[in-house]
């Protein structure tokens, strides 16, 4: 498709982009439109060769690492000196303490469960950041978590016998959090607020809490409250009360809910979640980021029948044990994660070159939230003044400078406070994890999140390692001793780095977002690793996994942790190479159909569907949340067992083929999906699947970006000017 181009300078903009800026962005902020393009193309100007320098290190590092696996056998103590020699290893930094300030108490002090979602989806995007609050009731009536056994299944009406067990787990939840003095939550038949104590009758005895502190307060009269509000380890939970409704009636004590304070915090993302690879698509985000900042996004939808319109939630309120009103946080606070330094978009060209998308999303994301810093806004996001900016794939320290350096240039652009704008650090390339403290010391004082991505940083561990030799299969890669030092000096370095009690420490996404049963026995791993975050699929998975944070108080864990010695670098640098490739023929074509099915059903949707984050079934039909980063640790697993002749290109190409049908027909009901099979050398996105395997160990650091980017403007048809 043609684009019209506005030119501003050097700069050619999209229409789209321009009038989007001209129109909704800058009205709001205070700049003026001559200042605010003369002031954006300075930056381009003075970043660009920046940028430029820095990707071209990243291929100088790997080649000189490739050259030395070529020519050595793998030593642990010689590949140290080795990358200490190049620069890969950099010098460490004296110890220190991170200085940031005006940081939202979600992110800096309350450990919980947080979301990401792709902000191109408006109605997403509104879900997560109302995720703050959720029903208990619901995400254990909706989800396996109660078993559907012994006449509890769910079926399509109300189902008395699961209620039953629903009200169970929550009040054996209540028994655990907020134990009474004397007896249990079950056996309450009326609870009412009295000297400034919770009262629960039981029987003809009275009891209170076994901690009367952790009653914060309630709603409706004292001696017939509404909603009884608890709070435990930062985080609340309000007992809903109504003893004529369907549920209430059914209870005792007439509760007819438990609500827990979930998604504290949510990542609305730019980048891996999202298929965004031009103008139209970028301002898709940009327009839903303004909306969430100035609170008036809304999304219209049909639900059984009935038109019904979403927004952001209000703040809630109650009343103190002293008789004064307090007002909840009704909604997540929200992290906007940008692009990392690699990418350029055809939205805006400079002397005729794309811009990097880095530096586009670094200048206009903080215009987008001028409303907010300047609380211009009724439904503000951060009462401190703060944005928080997720920054991806950086992969060093003189990344995060660069970072660094255009959020200052931003800031001064748009007439901020320095240092408004937050930086979260994402631990997901190898030559980050080595040097992470170097890192975090490059943002000393803007730092408010770390955090570990198994995907992504697998995807680098491979391609970084490509001339090393064959990996292990996929699936034991986490239980090889790189991954247990990657994960725990992650968390060792953040806290001996001053991060408790000024920013998130962040593990990574549980896959299944229908198996939250799963997910409710394994991820208690993550509050009791130290990581005061960590992500999750959907709202009630925020739920769920936010009964984690009251069994594990995350603050008393990271001052345990703290004093703790780092993981050695050594375990860190250890590649997991498999030691005996002798797999069986069998072995081998189950590695490569759960790859390549993987990688189709993924790629197929973000091709032709500009969907970048969706419920992918695997080989086996299981719903799993895919983004690019499961993307590039498959076809960078491929690529290496094609490098090192483990399979053949026929093995491959068979494999693809013959997942390519099982893909089509796991979308067969789709209307819109165009399936694969029915020609293969003219399917844009079959073929941009084969490449991400075939191209895999030349893509820069194993990025299925350039690929997925490549092939979608070429399905939009896109020509340029």
């Not at 469960?113 to 009731?137: D, E, I, K, M, T």
């Not at 009474?180 to 079950?186: C, E, I, K, Q, V």
């Not at 005729?352 to 999303?361: A, P, R, T």
């Amino acid at each position: 498709m043609a684009t019209t181009r506005i030119t501003k300078g050097s700069l050619a903009i999209d229409q789209i982009l321009f009038d989007f800026i001209e129109k909704e962005a800058l009205p709001l902020s205070g700049v003026s439109s001559d200042d605010f393009w003369a002031g954006f193309e300075a930056i381009i100007k003075d970043l660009t060769p920046k940028n430029k320098a820095l990707l071209a290190r990243r291929e100088q590092l790997q080649a000189q690492i490739d050259q030395w696996h070529t020519d050595n056998a793998y030593d642990l103590d010689a590949y140290k000196a080795f990358l200490s020699q190049i620069g890969y290893l950099e010098p460490e930094v004296a110890d220190f303490s991170i200085s940031t300030e005006n940081v939202d108490d979600e992110i800096a002090t309350i450990a919980g469960a947080q979301l990401v979602v792709p902000v191109r989806n408006a109605r997403y995007c509104l879900n997560a950041a109302n995720a703050r609050w959720g029903s208990l009731y619901d995400a254990l009536y909706g989800f396996d978590v109660i078993a559907e056994t012994n006449g509890a299944e769910k079926g399509k009406g109300y189902n008395p016998v699961r209620g039953a067990k629903v009200i169970e787990f929550a009040k054996n939840f209540l028994d655990e959090t907020f134990p009474l003095a004397d007896g249990s939550h079950s056996q309450v038949t009326a609870y009412a607020i009295a000297d400034g104590k919770l009262a629960a009758t039981i029987g003809d005895n009275q009891t209170t809490l076994a901690k009367p502190e952790q009653l914060a307060g309630f709603n409706g009269d004292a001696d017939k409250p509404e909603q009884i509000v608890l709070k435990n380890n930062g985080l609340h939970a309000i007992i809903e009360i109504d003893a004529t409704s369907p549920i209430g009636q059914t209870d005792k004590a007439g509760v007819k809910d438990v609500i827990l304070e979930a998604a504290v915090t949510t990542i609305q993302d730019l980048e891996d979640s999202v298929a965004a690879v031009d103008a139209e698509e970028k301002v898709e985000g940009y327009r839903n980021w303004l909306g969430l900042m100035k609170g008036d996004l809304t999304e219209v939808m049909e639900k059984n029948g009935k038109t019904i319109t979403r927004r952001l939630n209000e703040d809630r309120s109650y009343t103190d044990l002293a008789g004064n009103t307090q007002t909840l946080h009704g909604r997540s606070v929200m992290l906007l994660r940008n692009v990392g330094h690699l990418m350029t978009n055809p939205a805006i060209l400079v002397d005729g070159e794309e811009v990097f998308e880095g530096i586009m999303d670094g200048v206009i994301t903080p215009l987008l939230t001028v409303v907010d810093l300047q609380g211009k806004n009724t439904l503000r996001n951060s009462r401190t003044g703060s944005m928080y900016i997720v920054k991806p794939k950086m992969h060093g320290s003189d990344e995060v400078a660069f970072a660094v350096e255009l959020f200052e240039r931003a800031e001064k652009l748009l007439g901020l406070p320095a240092k408004c704008l937050k930086v979260g650090i994402m631990d997901e390339e190898r030559r980050t994890s080595a040097n992470l403290k170097n890192c975090i010391a490059q943002a000393k004082d803007r730092t408010i999140f770390i955090n570990t991505g198994f995907m992504d940083r697998t995807g680098d561990e491979i391609h970084t390692a490509m001339k090393a030799g064959a990996f292990v299969r996929k699936g034991e890669i986490k239980g090889q001793t790189w991954f247990n030092a990657y994960e725990g000096r992650n968390v060792s370095i953040g806290l001996k780095s001053g991060l408790l009690g000024k920013a998130q420490i962040g593990k990574g996404m549980w896959p299944k977002p229908d198996e939250l049963a799963d997910m409710y026995k394994s991820k208690i791993e993550h509050p009791q690793a130290g990581a005061s975050c960590a992500w999750v699929p959907s709202p009630s998975g925020a739920v769920i996994h936010a009964i984690h944070y009251h069994q594990c108080n995350v603050a008393e864990r990271q001052a345990t942790l703290q004093a703790q010695a780092v993981p050695s670098l050594d375990d860190l640098l250890t590649i997991p190479l498999a030691t005996d490739t002798n797999w069986s023929d069998e072995d081998k074509t189950r590695e490569l159909e759960n790859n390549c099915q993987g990688i189709l059903g993924y790629v197929v949707r973000w091709v032709d569907l500009g969907v970048g984050c969706s419920k992918v079934p695997d080989i086996n039909n299981v719903g799993l949340m895919e983004d690019r980063a499961t993307l590039r640790i498959s076809s960078q697993h491929v690529a290496n067992w094609l490098a090192h002749g483990i399979v053949s290109e026929s093995q491959v190409w068979e494999v693809l083929k013959r997942m390519a049908k099982v893909v089509d027909e796991q979308n067969a009901s789709d209307p819109a999906y165009r399936p694969m099979a029915a020609d293969f050398d003219n399917n844009i996105a079959f073929n941009a699947a084969a490449d991400l395997i075939f191209k895999g160990a030349s893509q820069p650091s194993g990025y299925t970006e350039p690929l997925l980017h490549a092939a979608r403007l070429k399905l939009k048809g896109y020509t340029g000017d």
